[in-house]
């Protein structure tokens, strides 16, 4: 039950009204962007869980052009996690979800000062 909850929960946050994504001018391949949402931001001690949103020039394998995350930051491991990945067939998580995982990764991934993971922490962390 608690499981199905959270998944409503985070499904709920994935469609604000007017989400304001924030682009993230970090190092990253030709034809990809990325942008963070700091309104759907929740901050607890040291690490803070956000909306990350990838967009893509041309098609992925799986007909998405679009994947929305929550991840998790830890500011002072320098480590994230993801909780939530959406896809989407247009830009900016435009159409109808046409792929969803929903299960809380328990590994945490390191990331160079220089990505766009790096990016976000170094925006979130210092505020």
């Known amino acids: 039950m608690h499981k199905y909850l959270l998944t409503i929960f985070l499904i709920a946050q994935a469609i604000p009204a007017h989400t ?5 001018d970090a ?4 034809g990809e ?4 949402d700091s309104d759907t ?3 607890e001690g040291h690490s803070f869980r956000v909306w990350v949103l990838s967009n893509y020039d041309e098609e992925r394998v ?11 930051f ?26 969803a995982h929903h299960e809380e990764s ?11 993971f790096g990016r976000i922490l170094q925006i979130v962390c210092v505020n």
């Open 33 to 36: 962007a990325h942008f963070f």
């Open 41 to 43: 931001m929740r901050r």
């Open 106 to 116: 328990k590994e945490w991934f390191s990331f160079s000062s220089s990505s766009v």
């Open 62 to 72: 799986g007909g998405y052009r679009s994947v929305k995350t929550f991840y998790e």
């Open 74 to 99: 830890d500011c002072l491991q320098r480590k994230a996690r993801s909780q939530t990945m959406l896809l989407y067939p247009d830009v900016m998580a435009q159409g109808e979800v046409i792929g």
């Open 27 to 30: 190092a990253v391949k030709k």
């Open 20 to 24: 304001a994504w924030e682009q993230v």
